[in-house]
């Protein structure tokens, strides 16, 4: 009778236009209800009826009501999706498709879907992975949730589902670019390029690496500084800026690196042959010559130019640093002439680190770690590998040339691609003072801290204290490397400038730094100088690497750790972050991240709390626990449908006394 009632449907807006609303962040639970999350202390209870028209992560805009005498919300507008594009598995169900979204709040929310046209609906099977398109939200006017399949990506049981999915979750390819068959060098006529295959090189990577991109030469000369050339491989020799290949190179951005593998930015018939630096192939190359001061000062004598070079010796890292640090390695005796210049880059290597420890900004060693596979992708083992003095040789040696390279770019253009970082974010540098000023340093003021100087002395100090407690506390204050087209200080690293050019093969704001290089060598214009959007491009790219190789990582943690709660194996962890629900910690043994919630902390969760501002957790008033410190821990769960791993501390805190209790209240 009141059902199509047009004065009260009249009167119910009416109504409805006169409440409250407010914008936020659906939180689904378990259970049926969920939360309008609002901002970090304001949310609201929706209860079921009103949570089936939306899913976790819609950014909504609700009414907010009072039933039962307490603050409701209910969803009226759709402001942005949590789900567009997404990643699932088949639910199949009488002969019915749906979809169980690839997100731990959402799996069990399956959303009726069907394939598009072209795409066989009968060969999906339960649990296969798909990807999948939402076409219809209940807050969009629809009655229902509903969505398209527009791709299999593999089978349920695929044992490289975690690389296929993960690629395929961040839009990323998962082969490297078609070759062509008959590459041409396209050098501008005027590119000079200087015969050095007499010149003693070598190549030091890994023992499995194809695509060698750097070669390396130095000699100590009679005043005890180092002639040093860094000649790097030159796929810009190959491919110009109006070439299909550099449009695909810059739509990839980088190479992806993964967990087992990598997928090359360019064709492997170029990255692993016509550009690798092969022992005992002339190859063209771009090089820098400088001479490095005794003291390990860069001169102003920076010189760069087009050669063909011949490496003499494709060096290994573990080798050449047993070589380095015992004086012999048993599975290899250079000759007299690598001996000489294996010697004199690690000397210049040595002056090098001594003077960034004096006057910029050095990173404390840390474990790289690296799975082994085997030949049906099973984890075989995890190895945690230390930076050598290999390591640390290459590394100096391509930070002098990006250090070269910025100069140049600097001096000649005013532009290139250039790696920057600005030190502080502004609204915190405040906070920084009061922290440092606090835990008695006294020296830095705002304005400082605003100086690649100042800001590399505070680093430098956090670096010698006894714990990293501060310097964990102290990053979370710090701006994000970028990438950009103007010459800007590098705070993180206590560099005026920085531009990378010394991996063309696998990163193409190289391949851009490399053509600008060469106009300066021409003193011509730049065939292609970066334009605005392409350090966007790159940042992006290199967030969705970054996201794909954690993915898989947690991934393979979660297939190799999934029976250790049983076996109950004690690990030491690391804390790097607490928030006000526990902390994270990194396992020192292996690199797997898990979460400690407070409750396997303690399970009385009065007598806790996690302080996220400070960086703290404390029982019972007392701090326990702080970013930095090192615990042993148990694994309690390792769910591989989430891919999480949940820990807990071997320590007990105990209940205190009743006594003690008493005391303290009558103190109180």
Not at 426 to 432: C, G, S, Y
Request: charged share 30%; proline share 5%; aromatic share 8%.
């Amino acid at each position: 009778m009141f059902q199509d009632n047009p004065l009260l449907a009249q009167l119910k807006q009416q109504i409805q236009e006169n409440l409250p609303k407010k914008e936020g962040f659906i939180k689904a639970t378990d259970r049926g209800f969920g939360f309008l999350e609002v901002d970090n202390k304001t949310s609201f209870f929706i209860p079921p009826p009103y949570m089936k028209k939306c899913m976790h992560g819609d950014k909504v805009m609700a009414i907010i009501r009072t039933e039962k005498e307490r603050e409701v919300a209910e969803p009226e507008q759709l402001l942005e999706p949590s789900l567009t594009r997404f990643i699932g598995r088949v639910v199949m169900n009488k002969g019915k498709i749906s979809i169980a979204p690839d997100h731990p709040q959402l799996k069990k929310q399956p959303i009726k879907a069907r394939a598009r046209k072209g795409l066989d609906e009968k060969s999906l099977k339960e649990g296969d992975w798909v990807v999948a398109n939402l076409t219809r939200h209940p807050l969009k006017g629809d009655n229902t949730f509903f969505s398209e399949i527009t791709q299999k990506i593999t089978d349920a049981d695929d044992k490289i589902a975690p690389w296929w999915v993960t690629l395929a979750q961040n839009d990323l390819p998962n082969k490297e670019p078609e070759g062509i068959e008959n590459w041409e060098q396209k050098d501008d006529p005027d590119l000079n390029r200087i015969d050095m295959t007499d010149t003693p090189f070598v190549t030091i990577d890994g023992d499995s690496t194809k695509d060698m991109d750097d070669a390396l030469y130095a000699h100590k000369n009679e005043t005890g500084d180092f002639e040093l050339i860094i000649a790097i491989a030159d796929p810009t020799a190959y491919i110009t800026p109006d070439d299909k290949m550099d449009k695909v190179a810059r739509e990839r951005g980088y190479t992806i690196y993964l967990p087992g593998r990598n997928i090359p930015m360019l064709p492997r018939d170029l990255a692993d042959d016509l550009c690798s630096l092969i022992e005992g192939e002339v190859r063209p190359a771009l090089c820098c010559q400088v001479t490095v001061s005794k003291d390990g000062v860069i001169n102003d004598d920076i010189r760069f130019f087009a050669a063909n070079i011949k490496s003499h010796g494709r060096l290994v890292y573990d080798q050449v640093s047993d070589f380095i640090e015992n004086g012999n390695c048993d599975s290899w005796t250079p000759n007299d002439t690598i001996s000489a210049v294996v010697n004199d880059l690690q000397a210049f290597a040595a002056s090098r680190a001594k003077w960034r420890e004096e006057n910029a900004v050095v990173f404390p060693d840390r474990p790289d770690y690296r799975f082994e596979l085997s030949e049906d992708n099973d984890v075989v083992a995890i190895h945690a590998d230390m930076r050598r003095s290999a390591n640390r040789l290459v590394e100096e040696a391509m930070i002098t040339a990006n250090i070269c390279a910025g100069k140049t770019l600097k001096k000649a253009f005013g532009t290139g691609v250039f790696n920057t970082h600005a030190g502080f974010k502004t609204d915190k540098i405040a906070d920084v003072l009061e922290l440092i000023t606090e835990h008695g340093m006294t020296s830095q003021t705002a304005e400082t801290l605003a100086t690649v100087e100042g800001f590399s002395a505070l680093r430098r100090w956090l670096s010698a204290q006894d714990t990293t407690y501060l310097d964990n506390r102290i990053r979370k204050f710090q701006s994000y490397s970028e990438t950009g087209n103007q010459p800007l200080p590098h705070f993180a690293m206590g560099l005026e400038e920085y531009a990378t050019w010394t991996s063309p093969i696998r990163k193409y704001g190289d391949m851009i730094n490399h053509r600008m290089l060469k106009a300066h060598i021409l003193s011509k214009e730049p065939v292609q100088v970066p334009d605005d959007l392409v350090g966007e491009e790159l940042a992006v790219h290199r967030k969705h690497h970054k996201i794909a190789e954690r993915t898989v990582g947690d991934w393979l943690y979660a297939r190799t750790l999934a029976n250790e709660p049983e076996k109950g194996t004690t690990y030491t962890a690391e804390i790097f972050d607490i928030n006000r629900a526990g902390m994270r910690v990194r396992l020192l043994e292996n690199g797997a991240c898990a979460f400690i919630p407070g409750p396997l902390i303690v399970d009385n969760k009065a007598r806790i709390d996690c302080n996220a501002d400070a960086g703290t957790i404390s029982i019972d008033k007392e701090v326990v626990y702080k970013l930095g410190d090192s615990l042993e821990i148990v694994l309690t769960e390792v769910n591989q449908e989430n891919r999480n791993i949940v820990a807990k501390p071997t320590q007990v805190f105990a209940e205190p006394p009743k006594e003690a209790e008493e005391t303290s209240a009558e103190n109180s």
